[in-house]
């Protein structure tokens, strides 16, 4: 139990053109999920955090219009990149999160698998 | 949520018990020690968690100290597959917690 999943796995995308990547929680109800960034050989970024029908909370230094949040529904959260550039180019994680403690999978993050995205 | 200081990689022989430290000196009260690991081009995976008693799962063994201010992190008995950055991480109770990643150890396991 407890999985997320996202798609597409991997994208390559020419620059300047926008990429949407999928997060879904498959078998809980995730209000709150999260969306990181990680580059080779670093750790992982926190990029912003989104509750369930409300704008997303972005990290200092994130461009929020940039990097587009909808988090529409209690199952499904999407991470639009916008004219993306190669400085884009990422592994980008999403993590999802159910409802409070005594919940079926309690309060704890669950990730995805990743989505790697290269801008040519 | 406290900082978390972890050695930066280690080695296990495959078969031995991998012990993996960190230290977490300024943790509050309300703080869980959280482990996760992260294989290669893979999502995080999590391991284990606790408060201020030791933990055992299926995957691992956690050790708070009595303090805590660190805790061990171990797998009995470590294969090929635990080849991976394990990540301790002090997080707070509520619904504006979040788990924020600190650089990691790299355990590296070795026939």
């Known amino acids: 139990g407890a999985v997320v999943s996202q798609h597409p796995s991997w994208v390559i995308c020419k620059s300047g053109t926008s990429v949407k990547i999928e997060c879904r929680s498959l078998?809980?109800?995730?209000?709150?999920m999260f969306w990181y960034r990680q580059f080779p050989k670093q750790s992982l970024m926190l990029m912003a955090t989104?509750?369930?029908?409300?704008?997303?909370?972005?990290e200092q230094g994130v461009e929020k219009d940039k990097f587009l949040i909808n988090h529409a529904s209690l199952t499904l959260s999407t991470l639009t990149v916008t004219s993306a550039h190669p400085e884009d180019s990422s592994f980008y994680i999403c993590?999802?999160?159910?409802?409070?403690?005594?919940?079926?999978?309690?309060?704890?993050?669950?990730f995805g698998p990743g989505t790697r995205l290269t801008v040519t | 949520d406290a900082k978390t200081t972890q050695p930066t990689s280690m080695d296990c022989a495959e078969g031995r018990a991998a012990n993996l430290p960190c230290n977490h000196s300024t943790i509050s009260g309300n703080e869980y020690v959280y482990w996760y690991r992260q294989i290669h081009s893979q999502g995080p995976q999590y391991i284990i968690h606790?408060?201020?008693n030791n933990e055992t799962n299926e995957m691992a063994s956690l050790i708070i100290t009595e303090d805590r201010k660190s805790s061990t992190l171990i797998l009995p008995h470590a294969t090929l597959r635990d080849t991976a950055v394990y990540y301790c991480?002090?997080?707070?109770?509520?619904?504006?917690?979040?788990?924020?990643f600190g650089t990691g150890t790299r355990l590296q396991v070795t026939l």
């Open positions: 078998d809980f109800q995730a209000t709150t």
């Open positions: 993590s999802a999160r159910g409802g409070a403690s005594g919940d079926p999978w309690g309060y704890e993050q669950y």
């Open positions: 991480i002090a997080r707070g109770t509520g619904t504006a917690s979040k788990l924020t």
């Open positions: 989104s509750n369930e029908g409300s704008k997303a909370t972005y």
């Open positions: 606790g408060l201020k």
